[in-house]
């Protein structure tokens, strides 16, 4: 890297890059704009800006955008640009699903007689197909609200059933993708918003659109063969802002010149469709209700809608203690936004489960997250809120280890490392795994439990940061002299604030105890090299207490 600095040996070279991130996050695609500066600066030359594809946002649609700018401009650098044949091939073989939309070229009709009249619909099936994953169905087994009765938030812990699926075992830290479906609510607004017939609303149909090529009508892939309802119910998303360019296509369906006018500004300036998101947090449902002369067909909105996207949650639970289940801990949300009451959609689907209920799912394994594979290696385990989710497979996991070990707990201990768990929450109604916690460490199973409480009555204001401060000298000793490993699970502010903490421990201890100056933020960057420093951080949640597991990864 350092010769690469000094010459220019990519000259020559032309490039395009698309960052993919997530907006929720600081330094939003900051990776791909560090390579595009690395590649400017040692000699390559960029063939097509880069663009920022964003999770929150239409990032398909600006792939889409940024893959015809690169293969226009491909073409042309290439003096490929006369060749029409090479360039239609070139467009079709990256654009396969191009799925731009035009009147024409989609349509809706029924799907075939045997599915409509008895088969039913296969949710995971159906899942699988439009996610491109292997969707798994579970039932659910059991669900507690964590939440001391008085307070005024709701925390569940939700036990799935895998039936002993070979495809969901897991290991502790691992995470759960589960596939919600939205308010039955909403459904019905928008269906009443497409037609008054409800009978509609219960047959199959299958969307279909015209090969430009063949000019053949072919099924689109991203829906699967099912109702009306279940299209709006399981796989569309309807709960976000609609896209600029979502907007624009909405703008030909708008009856009058001043709804046109309006949804012409916000489809093309990003200024005023940012203002008005911000304001209002309006959802398809809101935004068809500001412009009621828009009669928007029902093929528009298969075709167009962002698919619903599957919610990751850390699972809280061992596989090894609790066979065949899959725990999770979900915070539902409720928050305002746009002057009114809005809800989380996965956390508040699974709130209105009942037992035996299916749940559609996969396994996303976070290597970077497992334990130790020394077992007498000590570990601090750093969440507040549901970040304490991962950390209860933790300790269940040991649980489930020590109680299949000598019946000595003396003998036992000395097999395994010192555990630390720093919790923070808002007040002691809020502490939702106390009771087991106490009973853990009791047993020996947990070294030791710190809890901040940031709004107690009667008590300062305490964050996990503080805690790990006051106990500096006991965090040090960890992670200096016994090599401990630390996991921090959380949102991105609270995993900033405590990584610059740990940062002024290690700085400060090296001071006090060897009269070193070391920087702390290199220290933890080997450390995080080394595998001893372990982040499941996720974004900031613009609408609610910060929590990854309330909703999403």
Not at 457 to 471: F, P, T
Request: hydrophobic share 35%; charged share 25%; proline share 5%.
């Amino acid at each position: 890297m350092s010769t690469m600095k000094t010459s220019t040996p990519l000259k020559g070279l032309q490039f395009s890059i698309m960052g993919l991130g997530s907006t929720a996050y600081p330094h939003f695609c900051g990776f791909a704009h560090s390579i595009k500066t690395l590649m400017a600066t040692n000699g390559a030359t960029e063939l097509c800006p880069l663009a920022e594809g964003d999770e929150l946002s239409g990032e398909e649609e600006t792939f889409k955008a940024w893959t015809q700018g690169v293969i226009q401009a491909s073409c042309k650098e290439f003096c490929i640009a006369d060749n029409n044949k090479m360039k239609e091939k070139l467009q079709a073989s990256l654009l396969e699903d191009n799925t731009e939309w035009d009147v024409d070229r989609f349509r809706v009709v029924a799907a075939p007689w045997a599915f409509s009249k008895g088969q039913g619909h296969d949710a995971c099936k159906g899942l699988s197909m439009a996610h491109k994953r292997n969707v798994l169905p579970c039932k659910l087994k059991m669900k507690k609200n964590l939440q001391a009765p008085y307070s005024d938030r709701k925390t569940i812990l939700v036990s799935l059933d895998t039936g002993g699926t070979k495809d969901l075992l897991y290991l502790p830290g691992d995470h759960v993708a589960i596939f919600p479906c939205n308010n039955p609510k909403l459904v019905s607004e928008i269906l009443q918003l497409q037609t008054d017939n409800t009978d509609t609303w219960r047959q199959s149909i299958r969307v279909q659109f015209k090969d430009a090529s063949t000019k053949e009508w072919k099924p689109l892939k991203r829906l699967p063969d099912c109702t009306l309802y279940e299209a709006f119910h399981r796989y569309l998303d309807i709960s976000t802002t609609p896209s600029q360019k979502l907007l624009k296509h909405l703008t030909a369906f708008a009856g009058d010149a001043h709804a046109k006018n309006q949804l012409h500004a916000l489809a093309n300036k990003k200024e005023a469709y940012n203002k008005w998101k911000a304001t209002l947090n309006p959802n398809l449902i809101d935004t068809l209700k500001l412009f009621p002369s828009v009669k928007v067909p029902a093929s528009l909105l298969l075709s167009q809608l962002p698919l619903l996207k599957h919610r990751y949650y850390s699972i809280s639970s061992s596989p090894e203690l609790l066979a065949n289940k899959i725990h999770i801990t979900v915070a539902v949300l409720e928050y305002v936004a746009g002057g009114r009451k809005q809800f989380g959609v996965c956390s508040n689907w699974l709130n209105n489960l009942t037992f035996g209920d299916v749940i559609p799912c996969f396994i996303q394994p976070a290597p970077a997250f497992h334990m130790p594979v020394k077992k007498t290696t000590p570990i601090i385990m750093i969440g507040p809120g549901t970040g304490i989710a991962p950390f209860r497979s933790f300790w269940q996991q040991r649980q489930y280890e020590m109680s299949r070990q000598l019946s000595d707990n003396k003998k036992v201990n000395r097999l395994y490392g010192e555990a630390y768990v720093y919790f923070g929450c808002r007040t002691s109604l809020d502490n939702i795994y106390c009771l087991e916690t106490k009973e853990v460490e009791k047993k020996g199973i947990l070294t030791r439990v710190y809890t901040a409480f940031s709004r107690e009555d009667n008590h300062a204001k305490m964050y996990v940061q503080s805690l790990l401060l006051k106990n500096e000298k006991e965090v040090f000793d960890l992670i200096e002299n016994k090599e401990a490993q630390v996991y921090v699970c959380g949102n991105v502010e609270m995993a900033e604030d405590v990584q610059k903490v740990l940062e002024n421990i290690i700085a400060s201890g090296h001071r006090k105890n060897a009269n070193l100056e070391t920087s702390g933020k290199s220290f933890m960057r080997k450390l995080e090299e080394e595998g001893r420093y372990h982040k499941d951080i996720f974004g900031i949640n613009l609408h609610s207490p910060k929590n990854r597991n309330s909703e999403h990864k």
